[in-house]
């Protein structure tokens, strides 16, 4: 479900052909299920939580300070969206920094706005610009060890 969940997030989040939209993004110690840039510098954060469980547990993640990952927000996003199945959990139990998004049947919808940050300004473009390369890089080195195995085959 959290795959099929992000991938339709991925599409959806990518409003204008500007926006950059990455799955899996690491900012600093935290993972963000799916990154959004746009052409502005605005960033927003969804995180997808399939279970109850899943969404309590979120609250209680640490880096290595002892510092929670909801007290790091202003300093990674300008705007945060939990994206759960529709009545999973309710807009009252979640914080006021955080948004809320219902998927059901393919289609998201807002049931709660998130408080938004206006003093986190991106700005950390070397590190967006290696990791996409990685990633390319990575993707290729893929792509041409399964193109070697079919023709090994043959």
């Not at 880096?63 to 969206?81: A, I, T, V």
């Not at 610009?129 to 990685?134: F, G, L, W």
């Not at 792509?143 to 079919?150: A, D, G, Q, S, T």
Request: net charge positive; glycine share 4%; charged share 30%.
């Amino acid at each position: 479900m959290t795959d099929e969940i992000t991938k339709c997030l991925l599409k959806h989040a990518r409003s204008t052909p500007s926006d950059i939209v990455i799955p899996n993004w690491y900012s600093g110690h935290w993972e963000m299920d799916v990154f959004k840039m746009t052409k502005s510098g605005v960033v927003t954060e969804y995180e997808v939580k399939v279970s109850v469980s899943d969404f309590k547990n979120d609250f209680k993640k640490s880096d290595y300070s002892g510092k929670l990952k909801h007290d790091y927000l202003e300093n990674r996003c300008n705007q945060f969206y939990f994206v759960v199945p529709a009545g999973l959990i309710s807009k009252n139990e979640v914080p006021d920094q955080c948004g809320l998004m219902y998927f059901e049947n393919g289609h998201f919808s807002v049931v709660k706005m998130p408080k938004k940050n206006k003093v986190y300004i991106f700005t950390n473009w070397k590190d967006l610009a290696y990791k996409m390369y990685y990633r390319c890089d990575n993707l290729r080195h893929k792509l041409f060890l399964e193109r070697r195995k079919k023709k090994n085959r043959h």
